[in-house]
């Protein structure tokens, strides 16, 4: 029942830019926490970031930190991801999943992680090339 649409990926050169988002459909999305996710070929799916339902709390791996931001927009019912000074490695597949499992802001990391989350979008492709 609960529905989730990435959007906003596309072929960028290193350096540039791109914003992705996840939009919510057959509940509100500001009640759940959300993680944006990744996946490359023959790689596992990683966390890339993510944000608590309550806190507003934020973590982001290593490899994106001061890269990449994850933010709310309440009134929209959707979650985006600015990324900035993409580099090669950040092609993947980029996902969105929710979780209503509550506000972990004591255990900043616990949102990075796949096991966390139930409901999945399908994906949208990132391609970082010159």
């Known amino acids: 029942q609960l529905q989730l649409v990435e959007s906003g990926g596309g072929l960028v050169q290193p350096g540039g830019s791109l914003r992705l988002s996840c939009a919510a459909s057959?509940?509100?999305?500001?009640?759940?926490?959300v993680g944006w996710f990744r996946q490359a070929p023959g790689k596992e799916r990683e966390g890339v970031s993510c944000?608590?339902?309550?806190?507003?709390?934020?973590s982001y791996a290593d490899s994106v930190q001061g890269r990449f931001t994850i933010s709310r927009d309440n009134a929209k019912d959707t979650v985006y991801l600015q990324m900035n000074s993409l580099k090669p490695e950040d092609t993947a597949v980029y996902y969105c999943a929710a979780s209503s499992k509550g506000d972990f802001a004591r255990i900043p990391r616990l949102c990075l992680m796949t096991g966390f989350f139930r409901d999945w979008g399908q994906g949208t492709q990132v391609t970082v090339s010159s």
């Open positions: 057959g509940f509100t999305l500001d009640y759940y926490t």
């Open positions: 944000i608590y339902s309550s806190s507003g709390s934020t």
